[in-house]
């Protein structure tokens, strides 16, 4: 039986992933098929999204990066990503108006034009979409098309990473664990993350999977 470790810095948790090489970390079954990110994958996009989130938005430690988007794994990615920078990272109810106390430094949402976006000092439109090139709905000026912008950012890591701000790992893992979580995963996130620095990784979303996906995906387990 492994305990998972503590997380100290984002760049823990990239090694870990690296380290899967073109394992699969995680596999996503949505409308128009199921999508298979490897562990190199899945760290290149974390590691384009933390470039992205420096440099382009200048997300600082202590920021509020706010999720306005529906489960999915581009979700998953901009909250590891805001964790890594040391954010705060608030993950709102799907179709939530209400502005948090203090503020929006960050929003990323598939509603750049709605009332939230309004209040936020920077805004990153994207679709929970994975193949999606682009936003394909109207862009207002400024807003960040967050697809576009962040492929064109570097494979590697530039930015100095703060303490980690996230969840902590979580989970007892007999083998290489192959995690079955809700959603994206952002609901049970320690339990992901423990799956992943264990050496495995997560299939999702459960509510689109029967009984044979699970069983063809080889779960070893639900969070």
């Given at each position: 039986m492994t305990t998972a470790p503590s997380l100290r810095r984002g760049t823990e948790l990239l090694a870990a992933l690296e380290s899967l090489g073109p394992r699969p970390a995680?596999?996503?079954?949505?409308?128009?098929?199921r999508i298979e990110l490897s562990g190199h994958v899945l760290a290149n996009w974390v590691t384009k999204a933390i470039g992205h989130l420096d440099a382009e938005v200048a997300l600082q430690s202590g920021d509020l990066l706010v999720l306005d988007l529906p489960p999915h794994w581009k979700r998953l990615v901009l909250a590891l990503a805001g964790w890594s920078l040391g954010a705060r990272v608030e993950i709102l109810p799907t179709g939530a108006d209400d502005v948090p106390d203090d503020g929006i430094r960050v929003l990323a949402t598939d509603r750049p034009g709605?009332?939230?976006?309004?209040d936020a000092e920077d805004v990153l439109a994207l679709a929970a979409v994975s193949l999606a090139p682009r936003f394909?709905?109207?862009?207002?000026?400024?807003?960040?098309?967050?697809?576009?912008?962040?492929?064109?950012?570097p494979d590697r890591l530039a930015a100095a990473l703060p303490a980690w701000s996230g969840p902590q790992p979580g989970?007892?893992?007999?083998?290489?664990p192959r995690l079955l979580v809700p959603g994206d995963g952002?609901?049970?996130?320690?339990a992901a993350l423990g799956a992943w620095l264990a050496g495995g990784g997560i299939v999702g979303p459960a509510e689109e999977?029967?009984?044979r996906a699970v069983?063809?995906?080889?779960?070893t387990?639900?969070?």
């Amino acid at each position: 039986m492994t305990t998972a470790p503590s997380l100290r810095r984002g760049t823990e948790l990239l090694a870990a992933l690296e380290s899967l090489g073109p394992r699969p970390a995680l596999a996503w079954h949505e409308e128009g098929g199921r999508i298979e990110l490897s562990g190199h994958v899945l760290a290149n996009w974390v590691t384009k999204a933390i470039g992205h989130l420096d440099a382009e938005v200048a997300l600082q430690s202590g920021d509020l990066l706010v999720l306005d988007l529906p489960p999915h794994w581009k979700r998953l990615v901009l909250a590891l990503a805001g964790w890594s920078l040391g954010a705060r990272v608030e993950i709102l109810p799907t179709g939530a108006d209400d502005v948090p106390d203090d503020g929006i430094r960050v929003l990323a949402t598939d509603r750049p034009g709605s009332d939230l976006a309004d209040d936020a000092e920077d805004v990153l439109a994207l679709a929970a979409v994975s193949l999606a090139p682009r936003f394909a709905g109207v862009l207002p000026p400024l807003a960040h098309d967050w697809v576009q912008e962040v492929r064109a950012h570097p494979d590697r890591l530039a930015a100095a990473l703060p303490a980690w701000s996230g969840p902590q790992p979580g989970g007892d893992h007999e083998g290489v664990p192959r995690l079955l979580v809700p959603g994206d995963g952002l609901g049970h996130v320690g339990a992901a993350l423990g799956a992943w620095l264990a050496g495995g990784g997560i299939v999702g979303p459960a509510e689109e999977l029967d009984e044979r996906a699970v069983a063809d995906e080889a779960v070893t387990g639900r969070a």
